[in-house]
C-alpha cells in the first residue's frame, strides 16, 4: 500500500520549544545541606526540584508556607461547632414559637424561663470558647 501522499503542510509531534533549556549543571551536597535543602523545598510547596532551584538562584520570591496539624485540627473544628451554634440558634426561636402556640401561658413562661436558664449557660460556655480561641491564636499562630 504505497500511496502517494501529498504535502498538507501539517507535521506529525509536537512543536518544538523556540528557547530550549539545553544548558545542564551538577552539585553535589554533603548530608547536612541536604537536609536543608529539602527543607526549604518542602517549605516552599513546589514539586520539582529543578523550578525551586531556578527560583532560588534568580531571586524570585519564595513564599514557605507552614502547615500546623494542629492549627488545622483546632479551625476545623471551630468551624463544626460554630455549626453547630448556628444550629442551636434556628432551634431555640423554633422552640420558642412552639412553646408559645402549644403551651398556657402560665406553662410557657415556665418553659421560657428554664429555656433562659440554659441560653445563660450556653453563653458562658461560648465566652470561654471566644477566650480560649483567643490564647491559642496568641501562642501558636502567631498573629499580628
Known amino acids: 500500500m504505497n500511496e502517494n501522499k501529498e504535502n498538507t503542510g501539517k507535521q506529525a509531534g509536537r512543536k518544538a520549544k523556540t528557547n530550549r533549556a539545553v544548558h545542564r549543571y551538577g552539585i553535589k551536597l554533603n548530608d547536612d545541606e541536604n537536609a536543608r535543602f529539602t527543607t526549604l523545598l518542602l517549605q516552599s510547596g513546589l514539586n520539582e526540584k529543578a523550578k525551586f532551584i531556578k527560583n ?3 531571586g524570585t520570591e519564595m513564599k514557605t508556607v507552614k502547615i500546623d496539624k494542629a492549627a488545622m485540627d ?3 473544628r471551630l ?3 460554630y455549626a453547630q451554634f448556628q444550629a442551636i440558634g434556628n432551634n431555640y426561636n423554633q422552640t420558642v414559637k412552639a412553646i408559645k402556640t402549644n403551651f398556657s401561658e402560665k406553662r410557657a413562661l415556665s418553659l421560657l424561663y428554664k429555656l433562659e436558664k440554659t441560653t445563660i449557660e450556653l453563653i458562658v460556655l461560648n465566652k470561654k470558647i471566644i477566650n480560649l480561641t483567643r490564647e491559642f491564636e496568641e501562642k501558636h499562630l502567631n498573629l499580628k
Open 79 to 81: 468551624t463544626n461547632f
Open 56 to 58: 532560588m538562584i534568580f
Open 74 to 76: 483546632y479551625y476545623i
